[in-house]
């Protein structure tokens, strides 16, 4: 009897084991992209995805375009996308929704978009480096590049406030954070702001003592 | 049994703690307006939108087009060549100035009286450009283009007559402007922006002798009598080569500055 006792302790003591290890299995699901999904309350995907519909909707329905395109018999403005800055306390990266715009841009026709920064950079480069290795005929040419009137720039800024109610074992957090990104179409020539637009984000991100 | 107690009531006052945190009252009762799980347009809407509203504006683009074609059709000469150029031109026509503009006529606001038009941008923060720069107004007698106006940093400059088109009247007609700018803020006392102006306008207009007098005025005024001093002296020296024909308003402005450039350099030597 007490044999058998020993030996159901010796076994349930790795079945306990084995299953736990089971539960703590990695699992991957390939999921929407355009799902709502908020772990920690942080800036996210979604964030990101809201930021860059309301910008798409909001520069691709402005009017600056028809002006433009009035002044200049039916032309899509050139547009060269400048800095867009990050003044949140968090580690943000704008480039996602400035990506959005930029294919919006693009997709939608509406805008020519001229390539800037390091990319405008390589292109160079590779042009460069045509003159001294390409067949004539197929050389890039230099001097060609289309002059952007327009500059889009932005910033998003943050605001956060925060408070813990105490008890002696837990606690609840209660946190708002506040995002607001701008951004601005500028006249390279007459400094004029043509279009701006914005959005802002408001979450409320609470934590209950023990998951209460 | 003491200690079972002893237990009990520890348990239960963790768990009124416990639960005192959590009920403390929450300081946010708004309801959210985005669910976990929901899903996030993500602008392909506002895109097809923009798509369509482009295709339009790509039909204006061919008005552009034909606008071309027939401004081409119909010019001669140097209307012609202005036109492959971009470039408005004395005696265009309407077509011809949209071509050579760019535009169609949303572009413009006409006002037409008796054998006259005027075409002024509808846009005056969007002006339409030719080649040369932005168009501020173009007038019209008889169908031909008599006058226009490019909207430059020192104002309108106009152009009536076929030299002021060229580029030596370009260059002319922006430097008569940047030295009146420059006169003006001499006489406010921004000398350093005066002396900026003159310069600029020295490079446009090289063979001008007054331009050195002014700027010999200005540095003497600022207090740089070793710089006047030899502006003085490069003025006069310049006078002397040119060999002054002694007639009209222009010489009398010229005999008053040298006389008192002589003087200066006269003043500026002795203080040396």
């Known amino acids: 009897?007490?044999?058998?006792?020993?030996?159901?302790?010796?076994?349930?003591?790795?079945?306990?084991?084995?299953?736990?290890?089971?539960?703590?299995?990695?699992?991957?699901?390939?999921?929407?992209?355009?799902?709502?999904?908020?772990?920690?309350?942080?800036?996210?995907?979604?964030?990101?995805?809201?930021?860059?519909?309301?910008?798409?909707?909001?520069?691709?329905?402005?009017?600056?375009?028809?002006?433009?395109?009035?002044?200049?018999g039916g032309a899509a403005p050139p547009v060269i996308v400048g800095e867009f800055r990050n003044r949140s306390s968090e580690h943000i990266p704008v480039r996602t929704f400035v990506g959005d715009l930029e294919n919006a841009f693009v997709n939608s026709g509406a805008v020519t978009l001229v390539a800037g920064g390091d990319e405008r950079?390589?292109?160079?480069?590779?042009?460069?480096?045509?003159?001294?290795?390409?067949?004539?005929?197929?050389?890039?040419?230099?001097?060609?590049?289309?002059?952007?009137?327009?500059?889009?720039?932005?910033?998003?800024?943050?605001?956060?406030?925060?408070?813990?109610?105490?008890?002696?074992?837990?606690?609840?957090?209660?946190?708002?954070?506040?995002?607001?990104?701008?951004?601005?179409?500028?006249?390279?020539?007459?400094?004029v702001v043509v279009w701006a637009g914005q959005h802002k984000i408001k979450k409320y991100i609470e934590r209950p003592p023990l998951g209460l | 049994m003491d200690e079972r107690m002893k237990i009990f009531g520890a348990a239960l006052l963790v768990g009124a703690l416990t639960l005192s945190g959590g009920c403390a009252k929450k300081h946010v009762n708004e309801q959210p307006i985005i669910e976990q799980g929901e899903r996030v347009d993500d602008g392909s809407y506002a895109v097809a939108e923009a798509r369509d509203r482009a295709e339009e504006r790509q039909r204006q683009a061919a008005d552009q087009r034909d606008i071309e074609a027939e401004a081409l059709a119909t010019c001669e000469g140097d209307v012609c060549d202005a036109v492959v150029r971009d470039e408005v031109w004395l005696g265009m026509n309407e077509t011809q100035v949209l071509a050579a503009t760019g535009t169609t006529e949303a572009a413009w606001n006409m006002r037409r009286s008796g054998g006259s038009t005027v075409m002024t941008p509808r846009d005056a923060s969007m002006m339409p450009s030719d080649a040369v720069g932005a168009v501020a107004m173009v007038q019209l007698a008889a169908g031909a283009v008599s006058r226009y106006g490019y909207q430059e940093s020192q104002g309108v400059r106009l152009v009536s007559s076929p030299d002021q088109a060229t580029?030596?009247?370009?260059?002319?007609?922006?430097?008569?402007?940047?030295?009146?700018?420059?006169?003006?803020?001499?006489?406010?006392?921004?000398?350093?922006?005066?002396?900026?102006?003159?310069?600029?306008?020295?490079?446009?207009?090289?063979?001008?002798?007054?331009?050195?007098?002014?700027?010999?005025?200005?540095?003497?005024?600022?207090?740089?009598?070793?710089?006047?001093?030899?502006?003085?002296?490069?003025?006069?020296?310049?006078?002397?080569?040119?060999?002054?024909?002694?007639?009209?308003?222009?010489?009398?402005?010229?005999?008053?500055?040298?006389?008192?450039?002589?003087?200066?350099?006269?003043?500026?030597?002795?203080?040396?």
């Open chain 1, 1 to 72: 009897m007490k044999f058998n006792k020993a030996w159901s302790v010796w076994l349930a003591v790795p079945l306990i084991a084995m299953s736990a290890a089971a539960c703590s299995k990695t699992n991957v699901s390939r999921i929407d992209p355009g799902s709502v999904t908020d772990l920690s309350g942080r800036w996210n995907d979604t964030d990101s995805r809201l930021v860059a519909a309301q910008l798409i909707d909001q520069s691709l329905n402005g009017a600056w375009l028809d002006r433009y395109a009035d002044a200049n």
């Open chain 1, 121 to 191: 950079d390589e292109v160079r480069d590779e042009r460069e480096d045509q003159q001294y290795n390409a067949r004539a005929g197929t050389r890039a040419g230099l001097g060609q590049e289309l002059g952007a009137r327009y500059m889009l720039q932005g910033e998003l800024q943050s605001i956060e406030d925060e408070e813990t109610s105490r008890g002696v074992v837990g606690s609840r957090k209660e946190k708002i954070v506040f995002y607001q990104v701008d951004a601005r179409m500028v006249d390279l020539e007459s400094n």
């Open chain 2, 167 to 272: 580029t030596e009247g370009r260059a002319a007609e922006m430097a008569e402007a940047l030295l009146r700018e420059g006169d003006e803020l001499a006489a406010a006392g921004r000398l350093e922006a005066a002396l900026d102006r003159y310069d600029r306008a020295s490079i446009l207009a090289p063979d001008d002798p007054l331009i050195d007098y002014r700027v010999a005025s200005v540095l003497d005024k600022a207090l740089r009598p070793l710089e006047a001093l030899i502006q003085y002296e490069l003025f006069l020296h310049r006078l002397d080569l040119e060999r002054i024909e002694a007639r009209g308003e222009a010489s009398a402005r010229l005999a008053e500055a040298i006389a008192l450039a002589q003087q200066r350099i006269v003043v500026l030597e002795r203080n040396r």
